[in-house]
T-cell receptor, first 109, second 113 residues
Framework: EDQVTQSPEALRLQEGESSSLNCSYT??????LFWYRQDPGKGPEFLFT???AGEEKEKERLKATLTKKESFLHITAPKPEDSATYLC??????????FGPGTSLSVIP | KAGVTQTPRYLIKTRGQQVTLSCSPI?????VSWYQQTPGQGLQFLFE???????NKGNFPGRFSGRQFSNSRSEMNVSTLELGDSALYLC????????????FGPGTRLTVT
């Protein structure tokens, strides 16, 4: 069964304290893996798409990486405005979209 | 460029009623997808429309349906509402079918009493 899990469920960081969020998946065929950020009361905001193992993408303090079984979202020197829920999703080879449960990140000043 | 808009933003309905939600995609985007978000189940894919045709469907009962118009605007309908249908319904648009970069609207918060 196709499945996406994320860990940890919640993460509290001090401002400037770097860390990583994990997205693990089992899928019969992967067409792409996505990372989104969601603020309370808003729709998800697109961050990255990764297509194949070994691929990496960066945007400001965020860096996403992909292996054959998991993806990591690395947050370097986070700021309070990085506080949000980070969602991982994937599209399977038959175009089914599956979202993970998300990681709620709080960055404390 | 205007983002994805959804109307209404909030809705309260009674069990057994039906509801129609509307989504206007970003100008030039031809694919519209719908998602249901609840605290217990997270974000779940409902369906995707492209060129007025449903191209992909999630695991939801037939009470959930949708359509897309020639201008790419989309509506989703839920008939015979149940308490468990209370959720945030999100619409996302993208340039083409199976495009990987989706842009989400703010959602419609549906409460069924």
């Amino acid at each position: 069964e196709d499945q996406v899990t994320q860990s940890p469920e919640a993460l509290r960081l001090q401002e400037g304290e770097s860390s990583s969020l994990n997205c693990s998946y089992t899928v019969s065929g992967l067409r792409g893996l996505f990372w989104y950020r969601q603020d309370p009361g808003k729709g998800p905001e697109f961050l990255f798409t990764l297509y194949s193992a070994g691929e990496e993408k960066e945007k400001e303090r965020l860096k996403a990486t992909l292996t054959k079984k998991e993806s990591f979202l690395h947050i370097t020197a986070p700021k309070p405005e990085d506080s949000a829920t980070y969602l991982c999703a994937l599209k399977t080879s038959y175009d089914k979209v599956i979202f993970g449960p998300g990681t709620s990140l709080s960055v404390i000043p | 460029k205007a983002g994805v808009t959804q109307t209404p933003r909030y809705l309260i309905k009674t069990r057994g009623q039906q509801v129609t939600l509307s989504c206007s995609p970003i100008s030039g985007h031809r694919s519209v997808s719908w998602y249901q978000q609840t605290p217990g189940q997270g974000l779940q894919f409902l369906f995707e429309y492209f060129s007025e045709t449903q191209r992909n469907k999630g695991n939801f009962p037939g009470r959930f349906s949708g359509r897309q118009f020639s201008n790419s605007r989309s509506e989703m309908n839920v008939s015979t509402l149940e308490l468990g249908d209370s959720a945030l319904y999100l619409c996302a648009s993208s340039l083409a079918l199976a495009a990987y970069e989706q842009y989400f609207g703010p959602g419609t918060r549906l409460t069924v009493t």
